[in-house]
């Protein structure tokens, strides 16, 4: 079984030659060279590229995400969303052409539709229950659905990595907080008087 090492190396590589060839120009036997490892040993963990390419967007989104929650638990859930909206105008370079690049592919290739599908559900998951803590704690309009809430989330996130795959001018990082405290703001509990 390969070192922690090895794994890094491993993914590090996949995720060069998927950025390089595309999902479907990309081959194991390119990748195992790359990272200095056989192709038994990519398939004794993996049973393909299409895990390859799923845990390589799980590792960069995952620590993207992981990084705004940790810097954030002192936060009440409002200003988490609050900062997940700011996030959005951060550059993530290869990770975002790899995330469109797994979505073109899954077009095609039913078991990376049905994985990447998963990632999808699990991160709306988590956004789901940022919003219903906030419901729960008073912060949030408890009549709004949060399922809707989440797939307006997750539709802007996707856009923003269009947006940053095409280069496409960012607004200005305050005139976007503006937008995102307007659209929290909204969404606040309406008090009567």
Known sequence: MPTKIN???LIAAATEVFAERGYAGAGVAEIARRAG??????????????????EALDRSFGQHLEAILSSSE???????????????????????????????????????????GRRLEDMGMRYAK??????????????????????????ISLGFTIFRTLNTPMPDPDEWQIVINT?????LPTTTG
Not at 82 to 102: I, R
């Open 7 to 9: 794994e890094d190396l």
């Open 130 to 155: 940022i919003i219903e803590e906030a419901k729960t704690d008073g912060q949030f309009d408890q009549t709004i659905d949060t399922a809707a809430i989440v797939t307006f989330i997750q539709a």
């Open 37 to 54: 490892v056989t192709t038994g040993a990519i398939y004794s963990r993996y049973t393909g590229k299409s895990e390859l390419l799923l």
């Open 183 to 187: 659209v929290i703001a909204s969404a």
């Open 74 to 116: 002192s936060d009440t859930p409002t200003e988490l969303l609050a900062s997940l909206g700011s996030h959005l105008l951060d550059q993530h370079g290869g990770e975002d052409a790899l995330f469109l690049e797994a979505i073109v592919a899954s077009r095609r290739d039913k078991e990376l539709s049905e994985m990447l």
